[in-house]
């Protein structure tokens, strides 16, 4: 039997320390816990995260939360079959039809899918890999890692505008080679930090190296001399998520430049970057935008061509939304976060679209994650073809590496040397 036989949830921590929702589910004697990671810059189309906001943890938890929905939805989701994603996502859906799942949150939903999931692998007794790869018709493969380097904006106390400034192991022909040469590029820009007078020991929510530098575009040139320094110029590139919804106040982009506050509309804010993709080997912008800045959007559509144009809080992993910018041509890929899609098979039909329109699809862990590992699985089960979970420090980080090289030791999947990203450098 494959059906759901027990669900159970409580109150955990995620990587910031902040509450967040555990889930076990059981078929029959196989259980499998999974806990909803959360972001800091969160867009305002993706499925909610809905805290107490009671005394306790000065309103961050979520054990009412959890009380309610265990009472009116979990008895509803007893006796779907694990390997049902559908059904599981139809049920749940009919208790909170609404975008952003206002009524309960994405937060339990996502656990309880992603758990359902785990679970259904282990009754099947095969990886949780190999589940995704059936359930999206994917040939496996594993991702080519986006690791961040040097962090900002939310992620570092605003050091920085820019939220993530990250390298692209693009020409490695391994995972392992490629995981490599960004533990030497990390190695390389801790050095040049230190040469600058900052402390390289403090670490931002991803692990990534941080200091109040002069601006954007020298983080942006310490990452490209630590590629050089590293030997590996024309061999690894870099990724920028901009986070651009953090920077913009509904008409101005407000950013720094030494110190100076300078405002820029959409199009001078565009500019702004796009001589940064002429000067470093940049071959990655995310969020050059801000989520609802048309004009903006507009502007990066010239780019396509030129470099990966990625979408995240544009597209909230919500499969209408990432319609809407195929039609417009705006970008050519998405970001896949689980929990902005609110169930797993929310998230997995977004990817599988995606996909089927040519576009690249970045599967991507939150800033405020947990020691998990089945993003690795996702991403590779799927055939994504990238993945992004932060840096290569911190043990929430970690346990994503390890598990790509986990599958990677036992020759699970071949590795995705990324043709769609070839075409950029
Ligand atoms: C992002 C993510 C991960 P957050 O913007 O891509 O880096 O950050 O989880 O804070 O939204
Ligand atoms: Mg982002």
Do not use: C
């Amino acid at each position: 039997m494959t059906e759901i036989t027990r669900i159970d949830l409580w109150q955990a921590l995620d990587s910031r320390g902040t509450p967040t929702v555990a889930a076990r589910v059981q078929i029959g004697s196989h259980a499998a816990t999974a806990i909803a990671p959360s972001g800091a810059s969160t867009g305002k189309h993706e499925a909610l995260f809905l805290r107490d906001g009671n005394a306790s943890f000065d309103g961050l938890s979520v054990t009412d939360a959890i009380a309610i929905f265990s009472k009116e939805v979990i008895p509803a989701l007893i006796g779907i079959s694990g390997n049902d994603f559908f059904e599981l996502d139809r049920t749940l859906r009919s208790f909170d039809s609404t975008p952003t799942q206002s009524r309960y949150g994405g937060h339990i939903p996502v656990a309880i899918t992603i758990a359902t999931w785990l679970a259904y692998a282990k009754r099947a007794n095969v990886s949780p890999y190999e589940v995704i790869a059936q359930h999206v018709g994917a040939k496996s493969s594993l991702p080519m890692p986006m690791v961040n380097i040097f962090s900002g904006g939310a992620h570092a106390g605003r050091a920085i505008d820019l939220q993530d400034i990250l390298a692209i192991p693009t020409m490695a022909s391994t995972f392992q080679e490629g995981l490599e040469w960004i533990w030497r590029i990390r190695e390389h820009s801790k050095k040049i930090l230190v040469k600058k007078g900052f402390d390289a020991s403090l670490v931002a929510d991803e692990g990534g190296l941080t200091g109040k530098l002069s601006g954007d575009e020298e983080a942006i040139a310490l990452v490209s001399e630590a590629i050089d320094e590293a030997n590996l110029s024309g061999k690894a590139h870099i990724a920028l998520d901009i986070a651009a919804s953090q920077l913009f106040d509904g008409k101005n982009y407000v950013v720094h430049e030494s110190g100076e506050e300078v405002r820029l509309d959409s199009i001078g804010f565009v500019a702004r970057w796009r001589r940064w993709i002429t000067e470093y080997p940049i071959i990655s912008v995310e969020d050059g935008a801000a989520e609802d800045d048309e004009e903006g959007w507009q502007e990066q559509s010239q780019l396509t061509s030129q470099i990966q144009v990625l979408g995240d809080d544009r597209y909230a992993t919500q499969r209408n939304r990432l319609r809407s910018g195929i039609t417009k041509g705006e970008a050519n890929s998405i970001l896949i976060k689980p929990n902005q899609a609110g169930t797993l098979f929310a998230a997995l039909s977004t990817l599988k679209e995606a996909k089927a329109q040519g576009w690249n699809t970045v599967v991507s862990a939150r800033s405020g994650d947990t020691e998990e590992s089945w993003l690795a699985d996702l991403a590779t089960g799927s055939g994504a073809g990238q993945i992004k979970v932060g840096s290569t420090h911190r043990s929430e980080r970690t346990a994503k590496w390890n598990r790509l090289l986990e599958l990677s030791h036992f020759r699970a999947a071949p590795f995705n040397s990324e043709q769609a990203l070839n075409k950029f450098i």
